[in-house]
């Protein structure tokens, strides 16, 4: 597998979880060891959350990165802000190159609003889940990461049909993000079928923590990190 040829060893993994189709995911990850989420099968969108460790009203905030980076279309080098404007994450690498933060989670209201189905929970619902244990809740979740999902904005500003076109994550596409400060981060495998957020078909996905000496996280195919701005 493509990870085996990975510069980080087995040897380092704190955590390694297969997640379900559907399923949700919390980990606390320390500062200068890195998530790794690995779509196992392509084309499935994985919705993301993350918080400071130590102080959870500071969390993710898509403006600001979405500023800093200069681009909707998130990828390697770029930084996940705060609210405070601080570092969480840097994606350090990634073999995607698609990742959105701007059509937010699917949820059940959401599914009834957008495609008249009823009873069918999304990704806030599992996020709920995923936060309970750490203490948050609804007022918690902001607008997120959606890892391997594409949404296009075209020309006069117009969105895709249902938002979501079908992304290009092949299988195996991974990204690594490194915390920069210890982070709580939270994950909704989405089980969306109405869209093309997970491709129609949920697949499971693997998510790892991974230690290693500072440097170490990236691949020897891949140059290093660029900083704040690619
Ligand atoms: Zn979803």
């Known amino acids: 597998m493509s990870e085996d040829r990975d510069a980080v060893g087995t040897e380092s993994l704190l955590r390694d979880d ?36 130590a102080d959870t009203a500071e969390r993710y905030h898509a403006p600001n990165t979405v500023k800093k980076s200069g681009t909707l ?37 959401s599914n009834a ?19 309970a244990p750490h203490g948050l809740g609804w007022r918690d979740i902001v607008s997120n990461v959606n890892f391997f999902c594409h949404v296009p904005v075209r020309e006069e500003f117009l ?27 939270v994950i909704s495998n989405c089980p969306q079928v109405n869209n093309n957020a997970a491709g129609g078909r949920p697949t499971p996905i693997r998510v790892r923590i991974i230690a290693c000496r500072q440097g170490a996280a990236w691949h020897h195919d891949e140059p290093e990190p660029l900083g704040n701005q690619p």
């Open 159 to 185: 969105l895709a049909e249902r938002t979501f076109v079908d992304s290009p994550s092949a299988p195996g596409d991974r990204v690594d993000l490194r915390a920069e400060r210890d982070v709580l981060a």
């Open 18 to 53: 297969l997640v379900a189709p559907g399923a949700p995911w919390s980990g606390i990850v320390r500062r200068g060891e890195v998530l790794r989420i690995i779509d196992l099968e392509g084309r499935q969108g994985v919705d993301f959350l993350c918080y400071n460790a």
């Open 113 to 131: 609003m957008l495609y008249g189905v009823t009873g069918m929970p999304g990704c806030r619902e599992n996020f709920l889940k995923a936060l």
């Open 73 to 109: 279309r998130l990828t390697r080098g770029h930084v996940l802000y705060s609210d405070r404007a601080r570092p969480l994450f840097t994606i350090i690498a990634d073999t995607c190159g698609f990742h959105d933060t701007i059509a937010g989670c699917c949820s059940e209201p």
